[in-house]
């Protein structure tokens, strides 16, 4: 599939808008990221780049990196690794996607932020780091269980005796979606809508980013997700050798509640003695 197609196709009604409830195998993620995804990606000083969401972003990682070396698994574009790098931390990054890596060069080089083609759960970066990192969902790209648990395995290849890894992710709010429906809207703005449709049973869900134009017509983007809930992401660590050190609700250090629908979670590496 393309990363944006002209009309939307009839599927699940939800408040008048026909959503594509999406076959989970037919989307793949290196044709998510597509060269239209890559160039429309950044929004300067805007939603995940405005600088209340960056900053405390950038300044708990900086803080937890240290005197040492940065990972950023799924690096994007950049929108945390420049800022970061900016700061004095040496970052490399592991992304999958070619013409998101291709965005990333039009900012910095290879020099300034190295970066290796490839999966997050099984690709290598030269060295090891202080710090790996994987934020704003990025893990849940990741479509099955078996792939984010080695995902915490690479993650503790890279890192030094007692470094961290620290995960960025939402929590699945199944409480609003009533019994018998698929598709719960997400978020909703003028000429912007967010759909995502859920398959309960093996913690799938497609988001559908539906984008409408003044003359009427509509664009859908779609990505696929594994969703994961906190405690069953601290077993994944266990079975890579980490302790949950830090939880809150966001990069500022809020209170991680049960009411709480993001989470920042810091795991550290077991020091062997």
Known sequence: MSG???VISVGKRLDGVSVALTSWGAMRHEEVWDHRAAQQYDTP???????????PTVDRLAELAGEGRALEFAIGTGRVALP??????PVTGIELSGPMIEQLRTKADEAAIPVIAGDMATARAPGTYTLVYVVYNAISCLQSQREQVACFRNAARHLVPGGRFVVELWVPDLRKLPPGQQALAWETAPGYLIVDTFDVLHQH???HHVTYSPDGQARLWRSPHRYIWPSELDLMAQLAGFELEARHAHWTGTEFTGESGSHVSVYRLHVTP
């Open 205 to 207: 869900l497609v988001s």
């Open 84 to 89: 970061l790098s900016e700061r004095g931390v």
């Open 4 to 6: 944006w197609i002209a």
């Open 45 to 55: 000083g805007t939603g995940m780049f405005a600088p209340e969401v960056l900053g």
